[in-house]
Structures are given as C-alpha cells and as structure tokens.
C-alpha cells in the first residue's frame, strides 16, 4: 500500500512538471535539474501515519479470519481422479444448489460438477480456519443451475472421456476404457433422454468455461449463491469433515 502512495506521488509530480515544460515554452535547457531516481523495493519506510489508520481494521480481519469453522483428520488435498477436496466441494455444491432448488424452483438438483482448476490449494489435517476457504476458493464465482435434456447430456459425458480430467463430481458416475465412454450414470441411474436434468455448477463452467461448451444446449439459472460462501457455510454445519471417498470418475486405461 505504501508503494501505492509513492508511485501515485511521483505520477502527480511528473505530469505536474509535464504542464509546466509545456506551458512555459521559454524555460532554458540550463534551468533543466537531474533528479536521482528513486527505487520503489521493500527497503522503502513504511508510511507510520497511514499504518496507525489501518492497524484496527488489519486485526479485526485478521481475527476473523483466523477463526476455526471446521476440523479435519486427513489431509484434504485435490489429487486424483477422485480427490477428496474434490469429491467434498462437489457435494457442497450439489446440497447447496438442491436446497434451493426445491425452495425456489419446487425442483430437485440431480448432480453437480466443478472444475479442479478452481480449487487452487489443499486444506491440510487440522483445523480449518475461515482463510483456508478464500485461499481454496479465492474466485467470485456464483452456483448456477443448468437445465438440460437428458439427450444433451451426452456432451458432458463425452466431455469427460475425451479429456479424462479430475473435475469432481456429485452424484454422477463416468466410466471410460482408454478413452472410450463404457458407463454413464446419474443417481445411479442410466439416462432418459426425454426427461429434464437439473444440473448444478459454477457461472464459469455454465459459461462455457474449460471448453466445457455442452451447458450452451440448457438453460442456465441464476441462484445469487456465492460458491465461496456456500463452502464456508457447510464447513460451519459439519464440526468434522468426513469427505467421501467414493469412485465418481473411473478412467480406466487412462495414460
């Protein structure tokens, strides 16, 4: 913050001196002074007065922050076909959008899908602190509820067998032998082509993102839920986090 001052000062200074040169065209090249340049590095003092102003607001964010909303006793990391971060965040995600489905949509979500490029780090075994999700999950991303036919949803499933990426799932089993779709299902059940879907994922994703171009056949729907937060609200909820470790994505022969 302090460089911030600093740079703006000099910003200020220069075009101040650029008016000056401009308007007074009888300035002597004689009058022209060198100035040492300045180096804007961490060696710079900090600016004492400002530091005072945001010291209360640093601690109060700093406790709030550190505050403990969960425990876990294994490591939550995102490797894997079937991480257990991953696997988590997704069934977060499906709860999340489920329940407001049913509340404002008289709906049921009937699976939910994130991308493990979203999930930037890993919680470790212990406490889980406030931080550790706006460090998993530092993006501004919105829960948004595709629906699509059960027929479009062979985009998805085709998706997942040509790229055989991690990208956690709830309520969906994909199944590829080297390379080549064998088994889809959801809720454990085959898909009907005719019967609308439900499908539960991130502003990003439904907006095409990660090539993920199948949710441009559905109808996208806003809930105004914040990912983030939804997390931040189920840790809250479990005082012990018990992630399922369950075989979602099976790429079998994957190279």
Same mark, same amino acid.
């Given at each position: 913050?302090?460089? &911030?001052?600093i740079?703006?000062g000099i910003? =200020?200074?220069?075009?101040?001196g650029?008016k000056t040169a401009?308007?007074?065209?009888?300035?002597q090249?004689s009058e022209?002074?060198?100035?040492?340049n300045?180096?804007?590095? /961490?060696?710079?003092?900090?600016?004492?007065?400002f530091?005072?102003i945001?010291?209360p *607001?640093k601690?109060?964010?700093?406790?709030?922050m /550190?505050?403990? !909303?969960s425990h876990?006793?294994?490591?939550?990391?995102?490797?894997?076909?079937?991480?257990n971060?991953g /696997?988590l965040?997704?069934? *977060?995600?499906?709860d999340?959008?489920?329940?407001?489905a049913?509340k404002?949509l008289?709906?049921?979500v009937?699976?939910a899908l994130i991308? !493990?490029?979203?999930i930037r780090t890993?919680?470790?075994k212990?406490d889980?602190?406030?931080?550790?999700v706006?460090?998993?999950? %530092?993006?501004?991303n919105?829960?948004?509820i595709v629906k699509m036919?059960g027929?479009?949803?062979q985009g =998805?499933f085709? *998706?997942y067998?040509?790229?055989?990426v991690n990208?956690p799932v709830?309520? =969906?089993y !994909?199944e590829?032998?080297?390379?080549?779709? #064998? &088994?889809s =299902?959801i809720n454990?059940? #085959?898909?009907n082509p #005719?019967q609308d879907y439900?499908?539960?994922?991130?502003? *990003?994703?439904?907006?095409g993102g990660d090539n993920?171009k199948?949710?441009s056949?559905?109808?996208? !729907? %806003? #809930?105004?839920?914040k990912?983030?937060?939804?997390f931040?609200?189920?840790f809250? &909820?479990s %005082?012990e986090v018990? %992630?399922?470790?369950?075989?979602?994505?099976n790429?079998?022969g994957?190279?």
């Amino acid at each position: 913050m302090k460089n &911030k001052f600093i740079l703006l000062g000099i910003a =200020l200074a220069t075009l101040s001196g650029c008016k000056t040169a401009s308007s007074a065209s009888s300035i002597q090249l004689s009058e022209v002074k060198i100035q040492k340049n300045i180096s804007i590095n /961490n060696e710079l003092k900090n600016d004492e007065e400002f530091a005072k102003i945001i010291e209360p *607001y640093k601690l109060k964010l700093d406790k709030e922050m /550190n505050q403990k !909303i969960s425990h876990t006793n294994v490591d939550l990391t995102k490797q894997g076909d079937n991480s257990n971060l991953g /696997n988590l965040l997704a069934d *977060y995600t499906f709860d999340g959008a489920d329940e407001w489905a049913k509340k404002n949509l008289q709906k049921n979500v009937d699976a939910a899908l994130i991308n !493990i490029g979203g999930i930037r780090t890993t919680i470790g075994k212990g406490d889980i602190l406030l931080k550790s999700v706006f460090e998993v999950m %530092p993006f501004e991303n919105e829960v948004i509820i595709v629906k699509m036919k059960g027929s479009d949803l062979q985009g =998805l499933f085709d *998706y997942y067998a040509k790229t055989q990426v991690n990208n956690p799932v709830s309520h =969906l089993y !994909i199944e590829t032998n080297n390379g080549q779709l #064998t &088994k889809s =299902l959801i809720n454990g059940k #085959t898909v009907n082509p #005719t019967q609308d879907y439900y499908i539960a994922t991130s502003d *990003y994703l439904a907006l095409g993102g990660d090539n993920m171009k199948f949710f441009s056949k559905g109808e996208s !729907i %806003p #809930t105004g839920i914040k990912l983030r937060d939804l997390f931040i609200d189920y840790f809250k &909820k479990s %005082p012990e986090v018990v %992630p399922n470790t369950d075989v979602r994505l099976n790429f079998i022969g994957k190279k």
